[in-house]
Structures are given as structure tokens and as C-alpha cells.
């Protein structure tokens, strides 16, 4: 008898297993999320556009390298949570590709000078976006959609749209019904408005060409904001359509995993009660805070 009473008492000495583990995850996550963010960097934003760790560094191409190098800094903003390691990753994936990829003289007036003004400007904007999702589901769910739309590489971007329309679901109740609806609307019409700009933006670079000569760098921007915006006046009801009747079923797929998410959270429940603080059983009644032990004394 003395034997059981011996084994079934808790071991003070040592942690659990899985709290054990889940000290070692913590110790570990910020070294994994600057290797996926590096790993990342390339793919999210240039798959499929040129050979592997290369970029299509012209001036010609100045919009997509713009556009997708945004986008693949925002991701790894949106998993790196330090400054400076996130500045690193964003930096020295720009000069990697920028060693393998930078032509050897320009084809057209400054097009170095431009095409690094582009990248520092992409890294920029990229990084304001993607530390938003820091803030919770509906925030990352805004950074998904603002990169799907933004990149101009060949992988199946619709899939990241379809899980940011679901991931408000993960922290929706039955009294938030209707908040949860408006932040999948908000994210929904972030992808478009955000989708429409990138269209502009290309149809816009589109009028440079290596013998325009316009007399400054301000002036071929503002002709490339000019076209832009003609387009987007003449063509955005028509891009719009196309846009959504492009991704019909890929918001079915976010319908699914919305519906997922919510039979997880419910089925989990009962876990997440069993592994909270004084949810678990204990030898005798469990004592609330209105019903300590005193001393019986009447109270004053």
C-alpha cells in the first residue's frame, strides 16, 4: 500500500512533458520563424517568374518587382516579431537576389539606381503591412489578402485568399455573428481594392519603354500614375467581375474552412476547460473566490 501511495504521488521535481515542450517551443520559435521567413522571401513573391533566387531586375519589370517584393516582405514581417532580425531577413534576401540577378550595365537611363530605389521601397512598404498580423486572426487575415494580391508569382494565391476569409471565424462567438461577417467583408474588399491597384499599377508601367526619354524620374512616375489612373476610371467595374468570378471557388474552399475552424473551436472546448487553470478536478469541492475559509466568525 505504502508502495502505490508512493508512485501515484506527483513528482514535484520535474515539469510535465508538455510543459517541458512547450518552454522548448518558446525557446525555439524565434530562430524558426526567421528560417521560414528566409525561406519564404523568394517564393511568395517571385515563384515561377524567373529561375530559382532570381528576379526580374528590369526596369521594364520594375512593377512586378515592386508589387511582389512588398508582398514577400510582408511576410516575413508577419512572422518574424523582432526589428532587427526581420530587417535582416528582408535585406539580405533583397542583396541575394540582387548578387544573382542585377544586370551588369543598364539597358535603360538609371536602371539600377531605379531598380534599388524599388526594392527599398517595396521592403518598406512590406514591412508596414506585415506587422499587423501580430495583432490577431482578423489582422493576419488582412495581411493574407493584401499579399495575395499583391504578388505577381505563379502559386495558387487564391488558396491564401480562402484562408483569410476563414480566419476570422477562429475567434467568432454566437454574440459576434455579425462582427465576424463585417471583418470577412472588410477582408473580402481589402483583396479587391488592393487587387485593382496592383492591375493599375502594372497597366500603368506598362507605357515606359527603354527609348522614353521623359527628362526626370518624377516625371516617368508621373506618367505611370496618370495611365494608372485612366485605367482604373475606364476598366475597374470590368476588372472587379473578373476578379471575383476568377476566385468563386476558391470561396467555397474558404467556406469549408470557415466551418472547420468553428467544429474545431466547439470540439475543443472541453479541452480547453479541462486544461485551464482550476478546471481540473481536485481532491475536494472546488472553492470559488465568494467562498474562502475563514474562521467562521460572523463579519462585521
Known amino acids: 500500500m505504502a508502495d502505490d501511495a508512493v508512485s501515484r504521488a506527483p513528482h514535484h521535481g520535474r515539469a510535465p512533458l508538455t ?13 524558426v520563424a526567421v528560417v521560414a521567413a528566409a525561406l519564404l522571401w523568394w517564393p511568395t513573391g517571385f515563384w515561377g517568374l524567373d529561375a530559382w533566387l532570381h528576379v526580374p531586375l528590369r526596369a521594364i519589370d520594375g512593377d512586378v518587382v515592386v508589387l511582389s517584393a512588398t508582398a514577400s516582405a510582408a511576410v516575413v514581417a508577419a ?4 526589428p532587427w532580425p526581420r530587417l535582416a531577413v528582408v535585406v539580405g534576401c533583397s542583396a541575394l537576389t540582387w548578387w ?10 538609371d536602371e539600377r539606381e531605379v531598380l534599388v530605389l524599388l526594392l527599398l521601397a517595396a521592403a518598406v512598404a512590406g514591412l508596414v503591412v506585415g506587422r499587423r498580423a501580430r495583432r490577431g486572426p482578423v489582422a493576419l487575415a488582412g495581411v493574407l489578402a493584401v499579399v495575395a494580391a499583391l504578388t505577381q508569382a505563379t502559386w495558387p494565391t487564391g488558396a491564401a485568399l480562402a484562408v483569410a476569409l476563414a480566419l476570422p471565424f477562429a475567434v467568432a462567438t454566437w454574440d459576434r455573428v455579425a462582427p465576424t461577417l463585417w471583418a470577412v467583408a472588410g477582408v473580402l474588399l481589402l483583396w479587391l ?5 496592383a492591375q493599375a499599377l502594372r497597366h500603368g508601367w506598362d507605357i515606359l519603354h527603354p527609348q522614353m526619354n521623359v527628362g526626370s524620374k518624377r516625371g516617368e512616375l508621373r506618367l505611370v500614375l496618370e495611365a494608372a489612373w485612366r485605367w482604373l476610371q475606364n476598366q ?7 476578379l471575383l468570378a476568377g476566385h468563386v ?3 467555397w474552399v474558404a467556406a469549408a474552412l470557415a466551418v472547420l475552424l468553428v467544429v474545431v473551436r466547439v470540439a475543443a472546448r472541453p479541452l480547453r476547460r479541462r486544461l485551464a487553470p482550476g478546471g481540473a478536478a481536485g481532491p475536494g469541492p472546488a472553492t470559488s473566490p465568494g467562498q474562502r475559509v475563514t474562521s467562521g466568525a460572523p463579519r462585521r
Do not use: E, I, K, N
Open 19 to 31: 510543459t517541458r515542450l512547450y518552454a522548448a517551443w518558446r525557446r525555439a520559435r524565434p530562430v
Open 79 to 82: 512572422l518574424v516579431a523582432a
Open 100 to 109: 544573382t540577378s542585377a544586370p551588369a550595365v543598364d539597358s535603360a537611363p
Open 193 to 197: 481594392v488592393t487587387s485593382l491597384g
Open 236 to 242: 475597374w467595374q470590368h476588372a472587379a467581375t473578373d
Open 249 to 251: 471557388g476558391w470561396f
